[in-house]
């Protein structure tokens, strides 16, 4: 499809889930690349600042290798081909952040279905890998997941170590050798409580949750007699898509701690662990011990900061502000977040930001306006594909919601009278590329500006 009418826009930046993953720096370091030609050969390209080079540059680049003249410049064109869509690049579009927003593009520009756009790995030594790495972070609790989520999780895990084709006996035997921690998390298979009542309690509950992981694993093992193949491949596929579903997956995780809300008769607070999962997509903090989400944001709704220690024995911090309610009146939070890993933590946020941010204005092109073309198509079309693109468990009652009312943050609104905290400095680069401007008043910092 060729679109010299206009420039590659994809849906809003909170609306638009592009695939997860870890990030790595794509700005600085050399990066081998192929351009295929019509012949099917290759190019082979190393390059240095991929990620900001323009298919300008780009093409100067591939001229050179072909000793081609620049005269033919306004001979040849770089395309995006696959079997679903094929686009050709503006001389000022950025191949490798378009690249990354292809499976945005495929929902805007045809009309295949999610299944087709999201077929991805199929080799299954790179599958093992990716399903090995998040079986880990299920099992270790840093994927906080419901109890029917993490269930069948555990049952696709014995579907795919142990086959499909044992009955109740084998398959209790087998579970019980590789002991029910292998395929559960241990939060779930054990449960919480004290040393005695856990002492009391682990048999009865071990019984109870293998009773349900079987039961679970003959339903997945029933629906290949009328469903896709359940060889390892579409097993693992099952599992990875489910872990997917989660925000926090491909999250980088962090160490920290947060204020608990003053409690008794003496205010005490004292602090809680916490760890902290940031993504291309935003930060969440999940509370280590039990296992569920306290705070849950998307870069768009979020100003954050990193302030040093002042004094000796001061803590690194990391600050979180975002909007929040308190008695029916609409303020300002700041979370604060002690952490030796503060200044990693900002600088990843910092880098994610951008990376996202140049990727959003090279699918739109450097002056970002909408054609008639691309103008929305209504709310119903939007809607449904938001529905499309999400999975996310939204229940109240869910692990994967946030628990503002738990968490112990700093307060204030926009009146300057009535403001007696810090409010961190914004840094420049979140705030220059955000939709809407900030509509924060400024804020007079006073000497309570670590205390609460």
């Not at 609790?141 to 086959?163: F, M």
Request: hydrophobic content about 35%.
């Amino acid at each position: 499809m060729e679109r010299d009418d206009g420039d590659f826009l994809p849906e809003p930046s909170e609306d638009s889930h592009s695939q997860r993953g870890s990030v790595a720096s794509s700005v600085t370091r050399a990066q081998d690349l192929l351009v295929y030609l019509a012949s099917d050969s290759a190019v082979h390209l190393t390059l240095e600042g991929l990620g900001c080079m323009n298919a300008q540059e780009l093409g100067r680049n591939v001229r050179e290798a072909l000793n081609i003249p620049n005269s033919a410049v306004d001979v040849f064109a770089f395309w995006f081909c696959s079997p679903l869509l094929d686009l050709q690049l503006k001389p000022k579009h950025l191949p490798y952040k378009l690249c990354r927003q292809w499976q945005d593009l495929l929902y805007r520009f045809t009309e295949a279905p999610a299944e087709d756009i999201s077929q991805g790995i199929e080799d299954e030594g790179v599958l093992r890998l990716l399903y090995d790495e998040a079986k880990m972070n299920i099992l270790e609790g840093r994927y906080p997941c419901d109890p029917e989520h993490w269930l069948t999780l555990g049952a696709l895990s014995c579907a795919v170590e142990l086959g499909t084709g044992l009955d109740d006996q084998a398959l209790t035997a087998a579970i019980r050798e590789k002991k029910l921690s292998s395929f559960l998390p241990a939060h779930a298979a054990f449960g919480g409580g004290g040393f005695l009542s856990t002492l009391r309690g682990r048999g009865g509950r071990n019984a109870e949750m293998e009773h349900n992981l079987i039961k679970e694993y003959r339903s997945i093992c029933s629906s290949a007699a009328t469903g896709p193949s359940q060889e390892p491949v579409a097993l693992m596929h099952q599992y990875l898509k489910s872990c997917h579903a989660l925000p926090y997956y491909g999250c980088a995780f962090f160490m920290g701690e947060i204020d608990k809300p003053a409690q008794g008769l003496l205010h005490r607070g004292g602090r809680k662990a916490v760890s902290v999962g940031i993504s291309l997509e935003g930060v969440y903090v999940m509370d280590v011990k039990e296992k569920h989400v306290l705070l849950g944001l998307k870069f768009s709704e979020l100003s954050w900061d990193h302030s040093y220690p002042e004094t000796e024995g001061d803590s690194h911090i990391l600050w979180l502000e975002f909007d929040g309610e308190e008695a029916g009146v609409h303020v300002n939070k700041l979370l604060k977040i002690y952490s030796k890993q503060a200044e990693l933590m900002s600088g990843l946020i910092e880098f994610c930001v951008e990376l996202r941010s140049v990727g959003e204005s090279a699918a739109a092109g450097t002056d970002g306006e909408v054609t008639p073309s691309q103008e929305p198509r209504g709310r119903e079309t939007n809607e449904k594909t938001r529905e499309r693109r999400q999975g996310k468990l939204r229940r109240q009652s869910s692990v994967v919601c946030s628990r503002v009312h738990s968490l112990s943050t700093i307060s204030y609104v926009d009146d300057g009278k009535e403001i007696k905290r810090l409010k961190p400095k914004r840094a420049a680069s979140f705030f220059t590329r955000q939709a809407q401007p900030p509509t924060y008043s400024a804020v007079q910092v006073t000497e309570s500006l670590e205390q609460g």
